[in-house]
């Protein structure tokens, strides 16, 4: 099959997705990161804008720039990874963690909790807020992890725009939330800074879900988000690292869009929630 | 034959989609995907909107989802949906296009890509120019595309954008856009029988 396609800005023709792999291909040869099993059209458009903004025609232009440049691959590698996000987002997904999770993990005197793809912190402070305010946080540790070290630095600060703050008070408040969102953090200067007493038990660390392993069992995983631009095996591969993480009664959040339903993981997965993508570990009879 | 119809809509879309769906005939069943600009909210009950089909269900879109015969897949609100080349469905977050998300022509692009010459995409009422350029797309790629006709479209400008880029196969109202996909379904299923279709 011939195609010829000239999407909004530029034509595409067969070596496209030739020059891509060997852009992706290059990257994990030179820098460690392995991009070669995400979801290709959304991957397709990231590359496209990396291509736009560098003011170059093709992905082997942009290679053999980034090969000699680590600074600039160092730019380039948050359009590869960055997703959007926002506080206590699908709120209702929060208060399912707190009517069907909370419970359990207050049977537990230690709990862990793994926040994987944690971007900027978003999800991180939204989940320390509910732990603080179920009298968890205390004998809980968060690993949030992230493949990107630019996101991990700006989740460690904690400043976010002020403008977004309203938004996540809405959902704060839609999730459940028992106090005053604006106790959490203080304002200033179009900035709003997070209170740090909330990361007190959160461990930042660089985390690839494409090529490193099990560091810790679980009790809770978040991964929101994320699997959505992986295809179908880093998406497995993801999920047999979740496997190998989560605790024999744990549970696994997922966006609200994901499914366990089109994985080889499906089986080992009860659903506590099918509209929030919530699940716990399905009890084996051995 | 078409194996899989997308179509794009935006303001003024929920009635033609309507009544698009509704001049389908049942046996007609290649999935269908759509992206109606909607603003993000409660889900919705789609059947209500819609109007309900015997034969088929709507689903709303979620990663990686495979299509079936009778599927009428809805795009969620506030992703791009896509379709990658082994035919399955990817949701992505990306910036939005021309202020949507999800965008007709991220979607429309994605399936010239992944269906060439065997998808039909379908434009109807809109007021931006969404939808334009992913039709010119699965034009290039050999695909069917259709356009509601300006006159009917609540809101005619989508249509219009797409016109002003190229002549689409077809221009009409949304149940003569239904007639015409149903026949040339017919005619290309006879071709097949006859052993004509490749």
Known sequence: MKVMIEPTLRLEDENGPIERELLLRGIQLKYGYDFTHYAQNSMRRRIDAIMRELKLKSALDVLSLILHNRKLFDDVLPQLTIGVSEMFRDPAFFRAIRENVVPVLKTFPRVTIWCAGCSTGEEVFSLAILLHEEGLLDRATIFATDINPSALRAAREGIYPADEMKENTRNYLASGGRSVFNTYYTADYGFAKMDKSLLKNVVFSEHNLATDGVFAECQLILCRNVLIYFDPILQNRALDLFMGSIHPSGFLGLGSKESLKFTTHANDFDVVDERWKLYQRRRTHA | MPEVIVVGASAGGVVALREFLK??????????????????????????????????????????????????????????LAFEKDGHLSLSQDAPVYFSRPSIDILFESAAIAFGSSVAAVLMSGASQDGANGLLCVHRAGGLTI??????????????????????????????IADFLVQRRDIRSRDFVAGAHP
């Open chain 2, 23 to 80: 001049a389908l005939p049942l046996y007609f069943r290649p999935p269908i995907v759509i992206v109606q600009h909607l603003p993000k909210g409660p889900r919705l009950d789609l059947e209500l909107i819609y109007g309900r089909r015997l034969n088929s269900r709507y689903l709303e879109a979620e990663d990686k989802m495979r299509l079936r015969e009778g599927d009428i897949v809805m795009a969620a609100p506030d992703y791009h």
């Open chain 2, 147 to 176: 356009v509601q006709d300006p006159h009917e479209a609540q809101n005619p400008t989508m249509p219009k954008s797409a016109l002003a880029l190229f002549q689409p196969d077809f221009v009409g109202t949304v149940c003569e």
